[in-house]
């Protein structure tokens, strides 16, 4: 009988650690929305327009950061311009990004850019969507969506949005990781 006792207190204190693990699941910053994994793909943009970056333009020691609302709940993603013409889209964060989160590249999409004059294309990948371009206007500290169009229709040049306008802040930050795509 009091091996019983003893059994259930052991229980009691499992049922408590595996209530705290999962309680601290919830308590991170990754919104619960689905968020493409994938890193194979097989881009064009660089190949076919050459590489034309210009980090006078688009700056590479910091992020430009959304902050959005849905459903009453404050959402954040950020956007991440590389030297080497490569660029991030973290998925949805329910608070600011920490450095932490800002360095991680897992949880996200990749993708690469050109910069001509004020105007920046990104090619990057969607399950559904395939791939696609998202063109944005830098201006000043901010980036400002601009439109997109599928990459497998280049006569659909860049197609203005306005109702679809998202303006990325920049966010001068401590930036440590780099591209593996």
Same mark, same amino acid.
């Given at each position: ?56 333009? $688009?700056?590479? @020691?910091?992020?430009?950061?959304? =902050? ?5 709940? #404050?959402? %954040? ?36 850019? $050109?910069?001509? @004059?004020?105007?920046?294309?990104? =090619? ?5 969507? #395939?791939? %696609? ?49």
């Amino acid at each position: 009988m009091e091996d019983l006792v003893i059994n259930i207190g052991n229980m009691k204190k499992l049922y408590l650690i595996f209530l705290l693990l999962g309680s601290l699941k919830l308590m991170s910053q990754e919104c619960p929305e689905y968020c493409n994994k994938r890193t194979k793909y097989k881009f064009k943009l660089l190949k076919k327009e050459g590489l034309k970056i210009d980090t006078t333009k $688009v700056r590479v @020691d910091g992020v430009y950061i959304l =902050e959005s609302e849905l459903n009453g709940q #404050r959402r %954040y993603r950020f956007l991440r311009f590389f030297a080497n013409g490569r660029v991030y889209f973290s998925c949805a964060y329910c608070s600011p990004p920490s450095s932490d989160d800002l360095n991680n590249l897992n949880y996200g999409k990749y993708g690469y850019y $050109v910069v001509n @004059d004020s105007m920046v294309k990104t =090619e990057t990948f969607e399950p559904y969507l #395939r791939y %696609y371009f998202v063109f944005y206007k830098v201006q000043g500290e901010q980036i400002i969506t601009n439109g997109s169009c599928k990459r497998r229709w280049p006569e659909m040049k860049n197609k203005d949005y306005t109702q679809f306008r998202n303006v990325f802040s920049f966010k001068k930050s401590i930036l440590t990781s780099s591209t593996f795509w």
